[in-house]
């Protein structure tokens, strides 16, 4: 009797549901559903895929990288070139990348470099370009510590440079403007008996490899100059699905994609959202906290203070060593101890 009711129970609970099938199955389909195309499909399985150990990984190391960046050098000696790479990229957006930083994460096999908009300076992109030889993509954008000096540097090493990109703030136009020599090939006049002997480096200099200039607020100057002297250089090429004057315009000269966005797509963003610098925020006037009036000042002016003492050191120093040079040659007792101090050195000579 029991199995009875239990098998009745089964069978009306079966019933139910088919009946639901069947009345879901009737339903319309709204009119927004559509087939899923295998690209939304593609991207909806790169959002689902859980991230790997190595990302979890840099995405720890990276939101504590203050602090090690004092013993980075020692530290980064033993890890991969890619790992190397993501930290720098991770450091870049933490607005921690300097010298020191990329000096110490720099690798001999990387074909691409972004410091843009960083700290590094004309002496750590030399550093770079030195031990970076085989660069094919370098962005030094929005970087205000690096002059016609550092980029000489990068072109003078990297003979594989083909995309570059500039420009982006007021001192890096200027510093881009000065360049326009370096990015322009030229040819040595040199003499021979044929062209087979004669090495590349000893009859051409400049960025002898240069194909893609991205410089987002180039001049009409500057413009007209690539377009007659340097036909061969494409200034901030367009996104195409055709190729650019028989060439395939490369990832690495699209403007709206930084250089190192793959190496950190599979971490975490929230990664670098710890910023290296407090982000600035407008306190209201009626909050406690505010800082008073006459508090700004002063630590404006202890700021200023700060950054004008190496240069208040190094006048004093001109100054004393410019009243010794007056006194040597206004003293008539100093010149006395001059010359007696010439004529005794040349006496030892002597003997």
């Not at 360049?179 to 003499?191: A, I, M, N, R, S």
């Not at 009243?323 to 010359?339: D, F, G, H, I, Q």
């Amino acid at each position: 009797m029991e199995k009875g009711k239990a098998l009745s129970a089964i069978t009306d609970s079966v019933n139910k549901l088919d009946l639901n099938l069947r009345s879901n199955s009737n339903r319309k389909q709204p009119a927004t559903t559509s087939i899923p195309t295998f690209q939304s499909s593609r991207v909806a399985r790169e959002k689902n895929k859980a991230p790997s150990l190595v990302s979890l990984c840099l995405g720890v190391v990276g939101k504590h990288l203050e602090d090690i960046v004092a013993d980075l050098a020692e530290i980064a000696v033993t890890f991969p070139s890619d790992i190397k790479m993501a930290m720098a990229a991770i450091a870049r957006r933490r607005k921690l990348l300097n010298d020191e930083v990329i000096v110490s994460l720099a690798d001999n096999s990387w074909e691409i470099l972004d410091i843009s908009g960083s700290d590094v300076s004309d002496f750590g992109l030399a550093k770079v370009a030195e031990m970076c030889k085989f660069l094919r993509a370098v962005d030094v954008s929005r970087c205000d510590k690096i002059t016609t000096a550092g980029v000489s540097e990068l072109v003078q090493h990297c003979h594989s440079l083909e995309t570059l990109r500039c420009g982006g703030c007021p001192r890096s136009d200027y510093t881009a403007r000065r360049c326009l020599g370096l990015f322009k090939p030229k040819l040595y006049d040199v003499e021979g008996d044929s062209w087979e002997e004669l090495d590349t480096a000893e009859i051409a200099n400049g960025a002898v490899s240069l194909r893609w200039l991205v410089w987002p607020k180039i001049d009409k100057d500057s413009l007209e100059i690539f377009s007659t002297e340097c036909p061969r250089v494409i200034v901030n090429p367009r996104p195409s699905p055709f190729s650019f004057r028989g060439n395939q315009v490369p990832r690495e000269a699209l403007p709206n994609i930084a250089l190192d966005d793959h190496v950190v797509k599979d971490i975490d963003s929230r990664t670098w959202a710890v910023c290296g610098s407090v982000a600035r925020t407008t306190p209201s006037l009626s909050s406690p906290t505010e800082l008073s009036m006459a508090e700004k000042f002063r630590l404006a002016f202890v700021e200023r203070d700060t950054r004008l003492a190496p240069k208040r050191a190094k006048n004093a120093r001109q100054h004393q060593r410019r009243a010794e040079r007056e006194w040597m040659m206004m003293s008539t007792r100093a010149k006395a101890l001059a010359l007696a101090s010439q004529a005794g050195k040349s006496l030892h000579s002597k003997n």
